[in-house]
C-alpha cells in the first residue's frame, strides 16, 4: 500500500500520514501539493515522503493532486526542517509562513487540481520594460578593490581558508549598490541565480528602477504588495526553464525555490526589519540566507554601513570574511552632524517649534538654494497622547494596555481617530473627557502627522511630503512618495525609520533627528546599538552627491558615549565601547537569547504559567541566566496578558538539550487542567 507523509500549513507537530489512491499512485512525488481531508475540512498540503506499508487501512486517502509539478524543492524541505528545529515551532508553521497564500486556498487549489491535467500552466511575469544598459558609471579604484577582495574571500586565494560569507562594510554613500551590481553580473555570467534581500519595500522600490537600467526583464520583484497570483506566477516561474536570474525581495524571498543559486546580497544586514516577530516561524531573514548558502553551496554577502554587533564580531574572529570601503564616492565628505540640546533650548525659551533655531535656518537656507531635506521623527500619528487638561485622563485602548495615539481628521477618514498602534483598533474621539465632563483635550507629543503639520506653517513654501506607515500602505504609494522626492517635485520629506533604510536621494543636504530620546531611551539590551544605527543611517541621507550635508541631531542626552560615536561617523569606537557592555552582562555575541512567551486571556493563568515554567529551567542554568518572569513593556495585547522570561544560552550548549528542555516544560505545563489555555512560544535570537 502506498502512502504519503504531509506537512499542512497548520501548527501540528509532525507530518499527517494518508493513503495515495491507485488512481493516484504513478503521479504523487515528493514536493507536490495535495488536497487532503482533516476532520470535516480539506486543506491544501506538502507531500514530504512517499513510502509503502503493508497497513494503512485506518488511514484516509488523499482527496486530490494540485498539480503535476512539485512546487516545492528537497533544499526548500530541508530548509523548513532547520528552520522548525532552530526556531522551535512546527514544520507547518514553516509551510504557512513560506507558501504564498494563494497556494493555501483549498478551494481555487481544488478547482486547479481537476484540470490540471489538461490545462498548461500558463506562467505571468510582472516583466520590467527597461532594457539592459549597463553600469551607471565604471566602479572607482576604492570600489574596484573592494569587489576583488569579496570574490578574493569567496575563492580563497593567496592560500587562504575560504569564506563563503563575507561582510562588506561601507560607509553610506560609498557605493556599496555598484559593487553588489558587478558582482551579481560576474555571478549570471556563470550561469547562476542571485537573490538580493532588502529590509523595506521601499528600498525594492528605489532599486527596481536603477538595477533594471542593468538587468532589464532578468530581474524579477518580490514583496507583500504584489497579489496572491503575481506570486504564485513569479514562485512557478522560479521552478521553470524561465526562472529569473535575479530576484529582488524582501524577507519572505528567502522562501522562494531555486535550481541553481549562486549569490546572496543581505543588504543593510544590520536591519531588525530582516526579523518575523510574529507569527511563527519568528526566524530572522539574514540569518536564514546564511543556511540556504550552506544548503545550495551560496556565496553569502552581508552588506551595511552599520553592521550588527554579531556579524561584525563574527567578522572579526574569522568566522566571516571582512571588507571594509571606508570613503563616500566621488570623493564627498561624511555629513557635519551637529547636536541641539533641547534641554538646554527649552530652559532658554528657544523653542518655538518643534525644530531647534539651528534646524529651522539649516532646512529654509537649503530648500531656498533648490535643495531638499528630511525629517525623521521615528512615531507616526498626529500625537502620542490625548490627555485631559483638568483631571490628566488618557484614553486608552481596552483590548491592550497602551495609551491611544491621536490621528487627525484627513480627507479619508473625514475626522480624527484614536488608534492603538499594537491590535489596530480604532475608536473616536470623545467629545469630552469621561471622567471630568471638560471639554478641553490636549494632544501631547510629536507623531509625524504633527510634525507635517508643524513644517507647514515653519516652511510655508516648502513642498511636503509624509512617509510613514500610513502613507504607504498600497504598492503604488511608496512609488510615488519616493518618485516625487527623487524628481524634486516634492523638497521636504517627512517621515517615521522607513527614510533611514538606505534609500537613495542626490538633492538632500539638511537632515533633522527630532526626537533621538525616543530611540536612545528604549528599555531593552540593544537599545544603544539600535540608536547607532538608525540615527547613523539617517544621517548618511544628507550630502551623498555634491556638497557636504548637514545633520542636526536633537536631543536632551548630548553627553551619552553613543551620542558622539554617531557625531563622529566612528563605528569601531562605538563597537568596542559597547561589546565590553555585552561581554560584562552576557548578552550577545557572547551567548544566546530565547525570549519565552507566555499569553493567556487570564491574567492569573499566564502568571501562574509563567511562574512554572522559570521554575522547571533555574535548575539546569546559571541563576544569572534566567530572567523574569516579568510583566513587558506592553502587558496585554488583543486582550492576551503576557509574561515574557529570558534564557541565556551558552554558545557551547548543545541545541538538541536546549531544544528538548524547554519543549518538555512546555508540554507538561500544559497538559495542567488549570494552566491548558496558556499559548507558550518561543522566539530564538529576538532583536
Not at 500549513?9 to 499512485?25: H, I, K, N, W
Not at 470623545?430 to 465632563?437: E, G, S, T
Request: proline fraction near 6%; include cysteine.
Amino acid at each position: 500500500m502506498l502512502l504519503a507523509d504531509v506537512i499542512l500549513p497548520l501548527a501540528l507537530q509532525g507530518s499527517l500520514t494518508y493513503r495515495v489512491p491507485d488512481a493516484l499512485a504513478l503521479k504523487i512525488k515528493v514536493g507536490q501539493l495535495v488536497i487532503v481531508p482533516v476532520k470535516r475540512k480539506h486543506y491544501t498540503a506538502v507531500v514530504v515522503k512517499v513510502h509503502n506499508a503493508e497497513n494503512g487501512d485506518n488511514l484516509r486517502d488523499i482527496t486530490s493532486i494540485v498539480e503535476s509539478t512539485p512546487l516545492i524543492t528537497p533544499d526548500q524541505l530541508r530548509l523548513w526542517r532547520w528552520m522548525a528545529q532552530y526556531y522551535m515551532c512546527t514544520p507547518g508553521e514553516v509551510a504557512k509562513a513560506a507558501l504564498p497564500a494563494g497556494f493555501k486556498d483549498e478551494e481555487k487549489m481544488g478547482k486547479r487540481a481537476a484540470k490540471a491535467d489538461t490545462e498548461a500552466e500558463t506562467i505571468l511575469t510582472a516583466p520590467l520594460k527597461a532594457l539592459p544598459e549597463g553600469l551607471r558609471h565604471q566602479l572607482s579604484p576604492a570600489q574596484q578593490r573592494a569587489a576583488e577582495e569579496i570574490t578574493d574571500l569567496w575563492e580563497g586565494k593567496n592560500g587562504k581558508t575560504p569564506k563563503n560569507i563575507v561582510l562588506f562594510h561601507g560607509v553610506t554613500s560609498s557605493g556599496k549598490t555598484e559593487v553588489y551590481v558587478r558582482l551579481i553580473q560576474e555571478t549570471i555570467q556563470r550561469g547562476e541565480q542571485v537573490l538580493y534581500l532588502v529590509p523595506e519595500i521601499a528600498l525594492t522600490t528605489q532599486l527596481t528602477a536603477r538595477l533594471g537600467k542593468v538587468f532589464g526583464e532578468q530581474m524579477g520583484i518580490w514583496h507583500s504588495k504584489f497579489t496572491d497570483k503575481q506570486r504564485m506566477d513569479l514562485w512557478r516561474r522560479q521552478l521553470s526553464t524561465d526562472a529569473f536570474p535575479l530576484v529582488l525581495g524582501v524577507r519572505s524571498a528567502v522562501f522562494l525555490p531555486w535550481q541553481r543559486l549562486g549569490l546572496i546580497v543581505v543588504d543593510e544586514e544590520h536591519e531588525q526589519s530582516y526579523k518575523q516577530p510574529d507569527p511563527a516561524p519568528r526566524y530572522h531573514a539574514r540569518d536564514v540566507a546564511t543556511v540556504i548558502g550552506t544548503l545550495q553551496q551560496a556565496r553569502v554577502l552581508l552588506g551595511s554601513a552599520t553592521p550588527s554587533l554579531e556579524t561584525y564580531t563574527h567578522a572579526l574572529n574569522g568566522k566571516y570574511g571582512y571588507v571594509s570601503l571606508g570613503e563616500r564616492y566621488g570623493g564627498v565628505e561624511m555629513p557635519e552632524i551637529v547636536v541641539e540640546n533641547m534641554k538646554e533650548l527649552r530652559r532658554k525659551k528657544l523653542l518655538t517649534s518643534p525644530f531647534s533655531p539651528r534646524l529651522t535656518d539649516e532646512t529654509r537656507t537649503a530648500l531656498e538654494n533648490g535643495q531638499q531635506a528630511i525629517l525623521f521623527q521615528n512615531r507616526r500619528g498626529y500625537s502620542p497622547v490625548l490627555t485631559c487638561r483638568t483631571c490628566g485622563w488618557t484614553p486608552r485602548c481596552t483590548r491592550c494596555d497602551v495609551s491611544l495615539t491621536f490621528h487627525r481628521p484627513n480627507s479619508e477618514s473625514g475626522g480624527g481617530s484614536l488608534v492603538c498602534h499594537y491590535c489596530g483598533a480604532v475608536y473616536s474621539v470623545p467629545r469630552q473627557c469621561p471622567q471630568c465632563n471638560d471639554t478641553e483635550l490636549r494632544d501631547i507629543g510629536y507623531g509625524t502627522e504633527k510634525i507635517e503639520a508643524a513644517a507647514h506653517g515653519v516652511f510655508p513654501a516648502a513642498r511636503i511630503q509624509r512617509m510613514d506607515l500610513d502613507t504607504t500602505r498600497s504598492r503604488r504609494s511608496y512609488e510615488e512618495i519616493i518618485n516625487d522626492f527623487q524628481t524634486g517635485k516634492k523638497n521636504l520629506l517627512v517621515g517615521t525609520q522607513m527614510v533611514t533604510k538606505g534609500l537613495d536621494f542626490g538633492r538632500v543636504h539638511v537632515v533633522g533627528i527630532l526626537s533621538a530620546d525616543q530611540i536612545l531611551t528604549q528599555p531593552d539590551f540593544r537599545a544603544y546599538e539600535r540608536a547607532f544605527q538608525m540615527l547613523s543611517q539617517v544621517a548618511g541621507r544628507a550630502g551623498r552627491r555634491s556638497g557636504r550635508g548637514l545633520v542636526v541631531l536633537q536631543t536632551s542626552q548630548p553627553e551619552l558615549p553613543v551620542v558622539q560615536h554617531i557625531v563622529n561617523n566612528d563605528y569601531k569606537a562605538f563597537y568596542e565601547h559597547e561589546i565590553e557592555e555585552r561581554r560584562l552582562f552576557r548578552y550577545p555575541p557572547f551567548a544566546r537569547i530565547i525570549y519565552i512567551y507566555v499569553k493567556s486571556p487570564k491574567d492569573r493563568v499566564a502568571d501562574a504559567a509563567a511562574r512554572v515554567m522559570s521554575e522547571m529551567l533555574r535548575p539546569h542554568f546559571p541563576s544569572t541566566d534566567i530572567l523574569g518572569p516579568e510583566r513587558p513593556y506592553v502587558a496585554r495585547v488583543s486582550l492576551q496578558y503576557i509574561r515574557r522570561i529570558m534564557v541565556k544560552i551558552d554558545n557551547n550548549a548543545a541545541p538538541n538539550d536546549i531544544r528538548r528542555l524547554l519543549l518538555g516544560a512546555r508540554q507538561y505545563i500544559l497538559q495542567q487542567p488549570d494552566l491548558k489555555s496558556a499559548n507558550i512560544y518561543f522566539d530564538v535570537d529576538p532583536v
